[in-house]
């Protein structure tokens, strides 16, 4: 007899090379737990159903029980010319407990063994991302308020626009990944489903009852369409996406550590522990973590743009295409969660060189639209303020100053109105504080930022 289970109609065997290249158990093996589970589930409702008997049922379950043991504990040798895990399995239960191990696969098929598995795993993993982001979202809330008074430039085209909260800044990335979070809860929906009982495509003769696995592999719905049930990869899509999304806002931020990391920007010291040096410029402290996560985002975008192509056109039902749902799958979850993780203990770690950005914002000119207010203020059409700040601004950089350093007299030949009280008007932290406006970066508002953040988590 063959040892392949679909042996029964081949008269020749492929080759080595070419059950190599059909193999998938080199990276589905990442799935034998689900697999077990899957199969208790159908097992125990099977012998439910008197389809099997309660004897066989048992036999099954401790067999794979002692399957999947072995496996973790190193002892079980996985074989290519099995094709998958699904195979693997199936082919040791028989060889261990023989013709009960032979029932299992009644009334069901790899497709919706499969699918069932990627259910479960994705639901799993999904939730798991969902708990580093909620840690990240803690840390910067961390960092945030311990930085509420710290002022920074706040840049508009990588170009010094005002001055800022460093900790408004960074609470901007709390909002994007709060949003990544609900995306992922959200999916969970479209995840939380039981293909398990469609079979091949479009059910199965005997007495199942899909109910009962749906309940034992605790799946809160249920596909109504057994082809559907085989065909869908639409969750994984949408997993890829909101990873990829995730990875581009961490990014972003990475983008940014870079940035303030430089030395031409000094806003951060990052912490040795999260640094790389340089195997040939002694002096080198590098942000490699930072600058990697940048760089991940292209395999987990890629990831995402693989499993669409892999999708279009694919008619119905399960096709061999879909073998390819499951590396870029496994490569963006594990990229994901290595990348929130070490993000995370970046930011811990790293040091706000509060003083320096104090000072920084004291040398440029993002206090000119404060200039402009205090003309409005004092009845100038905001137009004209504009146009008389343009000119100040001019005049001060062709004098080497900024406009804390202009004097008096030149403000007063700018416009009459202005008076002493400008040089007060015009400091950073002024500037800052001044900012009422809801969800600004003025001191106040930032506050309650926090709290409106602290209402969320108790709600929670
Ligand atoms: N290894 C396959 C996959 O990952 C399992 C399903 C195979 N089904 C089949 N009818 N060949 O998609």
Redesign the pocket.
């Known amino acids: 007899m063959s040892k392949k289970a679909w042996g029964g109609r081949f008269s020749e065997q492929p080759e080595d090379w070419v059950d190599a290249f059909n ?3 080199h990276f ?1 093996k990442a799935l034998i737990q689900y697999d077990v589970q899957g199969s208790i589930a159908h097992a125990t409702m099977l012998a439910k159903q008197n389809i099997i008997s309660d004897d066989d049922c048992h036999q099954i379950i401790n067999g794979l029980k002692d399957i999947l043991k072995d496996y973790e504990e190193g002892n079980l040798s996985l074989d290519v010319s099995l ?5 693997n399995i199936e082919h040791e239960l028989i060889k261990r407990i023989g013709d009960a191990g032979g029932r299992l696969h009644t009334g069901r ?3 919706d ?2 699918a069932t598995d ?1 259910h479960l795993y994705t639901k799993e993993e999904v939730t798991k991302i969902i708990e580093l982001i909620d840690s990240f979202k803690q840390t910067i809330v961390d960092i945030a308020e311990q930085h509420v008074d710290t002022i920074m430039p706040g840049y508009t085209h990588l170009q010094r626009a005002q001055p800022i909260s460093f900790a408004h800044h960074i609470l901007t990335y709390y909002w994007m990944l709060n949003r990544d979070k609900s995306r992922f809860e959200d999916s969970l929906k479209r995840i939380d489903i039981s293909p398990l009982g469609a079979a ?1 495509l479009s059910g199965t003769t005997y007495p199942i009852d899909r109910h009962e696995t749906q309940s034992l592999l605790n799946f809160s719905s249920i596909y109504e369409n057994s082809m559907d049930a085989v065909s869908d990869r639409d969750y994984i899509v949408e997993t890829l996406h909101n990873i990829s999304l995730t990875m581009v806002h961490l990014s972003r931020f990475a983008e940014e550590i870079i940035f303030w990391s430089s030395a031409e920007a000094h806003f951060i010291t990052l912490s040795d522990a999260f640094s790389t040096g340089s195997s040939i410029m002694p002096q080198k402290k590098n942000p490699d973590m930072a600058e990697l996560i940048r760089g991940k985002v292209g395999r987990t975008t890629g990831n995402l743009m693989s499993m669409l192509m892999t999708l279009k056109g694919l008619p119905l039902a ?1 096709n ?1 295409d ?5 590396e870029g799958l496994f490569d963006a979850i594990h990229t994901i969660k290595g990348s929130l993780r070490i993000f995370e203990g970046m930011i811990d770690t790293m040091t706000v060189n509060v003083e320096y950005l104090q000072q920084t914002v004291y040398n440029d000119f993002s206090n000119a639209t404060e200039l402009a207010d205090y003309l409005v203020n004092k009845g100038v059409p905001f137009r004209t303020a504009h146009e008389i700040v343009g000119k100040m601004v001019l005049w001060a950089i062709q004098h080497n100053i900024y406009l804390l350093d202009v004097p008096l007299n030149q403000y007063q030949e700018a416009h009459e109105s202005i008076e002493s009280d400008i040089y007060d008007y015009l400091k950073p932290e002024n500037c800052v504080s001044r900012r009422i406006s809801y969800g600004s970066t003025g001191q106040a508002s930032v506050k309650h930022q926090l709290s409106v953040i602290k209402q969320q988590y108790n709600t929670n």
């Not at 094709?83 to 195979?87: A, G």
């Not at 879909?322 to 499951?326: A, F, I, L, P």
Request: glycine residues 0%; proline residues 0%; aromatic residues 4%.
């Open positions: 193999a998938s158990v589905d094709e998958d895990i699904h195979l098929s790899r497709n063994q499969v990627m091949a399960y061999k879909m073998q390819e749902d499951k």
